[in-house]
């Protein structure tokens, strides 16, 4: 009997600090455009490996590696970042019991107008009702024009042109998905005004160009 109890005690103990990790790795995001936490990974899809030091993974993943969406920085080699591609979500994160190990990701940032908001670089899976030939500055047009209309995507897919994805159901900002930086995506969703009619501020944008060219995420 004192066996047992002692294996369930050591099972639950596992288990709740387990739990204990996931839940701490997903609730401390610290950074804006780089989000990082610590003691945590993102398993698979690396594209690549530097032996640098953990404070030069997000500049790098951001700045200079055109596939790179979020990353794994462990003390291996004295100090090793796995880069990594892919949609990716800050729940996808796992616990890695490795001292000074840091995970993270990059975020999309957002251009406010009025009645959308947009981004370069990112997707919304799903939800598709509608897809037509479209330049990229009229698609955000296309879907407030549209009732049924809640979200869209653009791509320039390769052969095809620009095409607008209309897609319904409602989005936000924190269920759009980042995609490689090379891929030239468009996502974008409609605000909901708010009772006294208030919209939001109008913000410049920086212009969509249609020549860029990337696979379908849809």
Same mark, same amino acid.
């Given at each position: 009997?004192?066996?047992?109890?002692?294996?369930?005690?050591?099972? @639950? *103990?596992?288990?709740?600090?387990?739990?204990?990790?996931?839940? *701490?790795?997903?609730? %401390?995001?610290?950074?804006?455009?780089?989000?990082?936490?610590?003691?945590?990974? @993102?398993?698979? %899809?690396? $594209?690549?490996?530097?032996?640098?030091?953990? =404070?030069?993974?997000?500049?790098?993943?951001?700045?200079?590696?055109?596939?790179?969406?979020? +990353?794994?920085?462990?003390?291996?080699?004295?100090?090793?970042?796995?880069?990594?591609?892919? #949609?990716?979500?800050?729940?996808?994160?796992?616990?890695?019991?490795?001292?000074?190990?840091?995970?993270? +990701?990059?975020?999309?940032?957002?251009?406010? =107008? $009025?009645?959308?908001?947009?981004?370069?670089?990112?997707?919304? /899976?799903?939800?598709?009702?509608?897809?037509?030939?479209? /330049?990229?500055?009229?698609?955000? /047009?296309?879907?407030?024009? %549209?009732?049924?209309?809640?979200? +869209?995507?653009?791509?320039?897919? =390769?052969?095809?042109?620009? $095409?607008?994805?209309?897609?319904?159901?409602?989005?936000?900002?924190? !269920?759009?998905?980042?995609?490689?930086?090379?891929?030239?995506?468009?996502?974008? +969703?409609?605000?909901?005004?708010? #009772? %006294?009619?208030?919209?939001?501020?109008? *913000?410049? !944008?920086? /212009?969509?160009?249609?020549?860029?060219?990337? =696979?379908?995420?849809?």
């Amino acid at each position: 009997m004192e066996c047992t109890i002692s294996w369930l005690t050591f099972y @639950f *103990t596992i288990l709740f600090y387990t739990i204990f990790d996931v839940t *701490t790795a997903q609730n %401390n995001w610290k950074g804006n455009e780089v989000r990082w936490s610590k003691n945590c990974d @993102f398993p698979g %899809n690396n $594209i690549g490996n530097q032996t640098i030091g953990g =404070e030069h993974c997000g500049t790098i993943c951001q700045n200079t590696l055109a596939e790179c969406t979020h +990353f794994t920085f462990t003390l291996f080699q004295g100090g090793t970042c796995w880069f990594k591609s892919g #949609p990716v979500s800050p729940v996808q994160a796992i616990p890695l019991l490795s001292p000074g190990s840091v995970c993270g +990701f990059l975020t999309i940032s957002w251009v406010h =107008e $009025i009645g959308l908001s947009w981004s370069h670089h990112c997707t919304f /899976p799903g939800g598709d009702f509608e897809n037509q030939p479209s /330049p990229g500055a009229l698609c955000g /047009p296309m879907c407030m024009d %549209n009732p049924q209309c809640t979200h +869209f995507v653009w791509t320039n897919v =390769e052969g095809q042109g620009g $095409i607008c994805w209309m897609k319904s159901g409602g989005a936000t900002r924190e !269920s759009a998905i980042l995609t490689p930086g090379a891929r030239g995506a468009v996502c974008g +969703f409609r605000h909901n005004r708010s #009772p %006294n009619g208030g919209v939001p501020i109008v *913000t410049s !944008s920086t /212009p969509w160009f249609d020549t860029d060219t990337c =696979e379908c995420v849809c």
